[in-house]
Nanobody, 115 residues
Framework: QVQLVESGGGLVQAGGSLRLSCAAS??????LGWYRQAPRKQRELVAL???????NVADSVKGRFTISRDNVKNTVYLQMNNLTPEDTAVYYC???????????WGQGTQVTVSS
């Protein structure tokens, strides 16, 4: 059974930092990453990382957010620096199953940045 367990969200002031973690279990995942959804907006890509370390990072967070992955722990991290109120959203962990391409989602973790 696939499980994605997220942690690390919270409330932070503008300019602050947070680190999100997502531990994936129950399968092998070719891609791990993060999406976010702000109120009244569509879910959008934040960053993805392949098992080989290739990354895809949204322009809106490039230079501020860093995605990394521990393949032994099957865990993906999102280091978020210089946060702004526009980064306020629910952040969802995403995992793409290696042999099927099936997408799995975490339950979401709230990130709130106050001005």
């Amino acid at each position: 059974q696939v499980q994605l367990v997220e942690s690390g969200g919270g409330l932070v002031q503008a300019g602050g930092s947070l680190r999100l973690s997502c531990a994936a279990s129950g399968s092998i995942f070719s891609i791990l990453g993060w999406y976010r959804q702000a109120p009244r907006k569509q879910r959008e890509l934040v960053a993805l990382i392949s098992s080989g370390g290739s990354t895809n990072v949204a322009d809106s967070v490039k230079g501020r957010f860093t995605i990394s992955r521990d393949n032994v722990k099957n865990t993906v991290y999102l280091q978020m620096n210089n946060l702004t109120p526009e980064d306020t959203a629910v952040y969802y962990c995403n995992a793409v199953q290696d042999f099927s391409g099936t997408n799995f989602w975490g339950q979401g973790t709230q990130v709130t940045v106050s001005s």
